[in-house]
């Protein structure tokens, strides 16, 4: 299928976390070696959280879905796949991915209540200035024993120092990309979950790390480098930086 991605352009002096930095970096997003790379590394991740659905007709909301980088990871598992994003640049790429476009925000989603059988928000929670407005929407739109699955940046100092300070010298971060005034608390996102009837379990996560130094080392030496596996997302101890989060809505 034919990407739809407008040509580079070169990106403008914004200020951390501005929505418009998705427009220029809108030829990023498919790119396996490009600035947006962890994020589909973090999307099959996600996505192997996502039981196949179990009847005819499931829907599948994915909040702040981008270029609908998840699609690829739930073909074949039942589920009709509906993505909520700003950024139409990115939603016209999703729609080339199978992906049913709403243009829409996070916080106030233009669908019916209990309609989702399953609600991802990924990377989304730590780029809203009120998650908790967004928790409230994932969980106002599933259906009792829906599925929400998510993963974000934890509200910690080491956070910041890894993702900021440290990420985005690496080609995986946009620079720019992060405020971490905006980074969520793993005990907090919980807590809010538990509230709207949705029982949070959470673990870190990180990409394994001989695979993202293979994966740095093919990216230095260009289109010369053979082609090599992407790193896996794999669990770690600590939640202390990313994180994923899964949980059921309470019937």
Not at 74 to 101: E, F, I, N, W
Not at 136 to 155: I, M, Q
Request: charged share 25%; hydrophobic share 45%; net charge positive.
């Amino acid at each position: 299928m034919r990407d739809v991605a407008p040509a580079p352009t070169r990106r403008r002096a914004l200020p951390r976390n501005d929505p418009r930095q998705y427009d220029d970096l809108a030829g990023e997003w498919w790119r396996p070696d490009g600035v947006f790379a962890m994020l589909h590394w973090l999307a099959e991740a996600r996505a192997a959280l996502v039981p196949p659905a179990d009847r005819p007709g499931a829907l599948l909301v994915d909040l702040g879905c981008g270029a609908g980088l998840l699609a690829p990871h739930l073909a074949g598992r039942g589920y009709r796949h509906v993505g909520v994003d700003l950024t139409r640049s990115a939603l016209a790429q999703a729609a080339a991915h199978g992906v049913s476009p709403v243009n829409g925000d996070a916080t106030a989603v233009p669908l019916a209540d209990g309609c989702a059988d399953v609600v991802a928000a990924g990377e989304l929670l730590e780029h809203v200035p009120d998650w908790r407005r967004v928790v409230a929407e994932a969980c106002r739109l599933l259906r009792p024993g829906g599925l929400l699955v998510l993963d974000t940046l934890n509200d910690t100092l080491l956070s910041r120092i890894v993702a900021v300070h440290l990420g985005e010298r690496l080609p995986t971060v946009p620079k720019g990309i992060h405020d971490p005034r905006l980074f969520v608390d793993d005990r907090e996102l919980v807590s809010e979950c538990a509230r709207h009837g949705v029982a949070l379990r959470v673990r870190g996560v990180r990409p394994e790390v001989g695979g993202l130094l293979g994966w740095l080392l093919r990216r230095a030496r260009g289109a010369a480098a053979p082609a090599g596996r992407a790193p896996r997302i794999v669990p770690t101890r600590s939640a202390a930086v990313l994180y994923q989060g899964w949980g059921v809505r309470k019937g």
